[in-house]
């Protein structure tokens, strides 16, 4: 069956960095566009990065020259390195698989930017 597998959240201070992996499983990941959200407390749930199966990436104006999204397709592994946190970055973070009409989450990861 279908799964995607975040890690690597957790609680980091202004400024530091952090790095999210997602592991995926049970469908073609290269050929898929692979995709990060966000999810604040009270907020809808928002497009961070979306990296395509061409490797083009896009990003949404918050994260662009702080977040990077990459892919390593022999692992079926979507990364998002975060750098220079802010307090407002604090959500839980969800992997996203696409293609067509197939759409798959992750469970998400908490990520919380505090001093």
């Known amino acids: 069956q279908v799964q995607l597998v975040e890690s690597g959240g957790g609680l980091v201070q202004p400024g530091g960095s952090l790095r999210l992996s997602c592991a995926a499983s049970?469908?073609?990941?290269?050929?898929?566009?692979m995709s990060w959200y966000q999810q604040a407390p009270g907020k809808n749930r928002e497009l961070v990065a979306i990296i395509l199966s061409s490797g083009i990436t896009n990003y949404a104006d918050s994260v662009k020259g702080r977040f990077t999204i990459s892919r390593d397709n022999a692992k079926n592994t979507v990364y998002l390195q975060m750098n220079s946190l802010k307090p407002e970055d604090t959500a839980v973070y969800y992997c996203?698989?696409?293609?067509?009409?197939?759409?798959?989450w992750g469970q998400g990861t908490q990520v919380t930017v505090s001093s």
């Open positions: 996203n698989a696409g293609l067509l009409s197939d759409n798959y």
């Open positions: 049970g469908f073609p990941f290269s050929s898929y566009a």
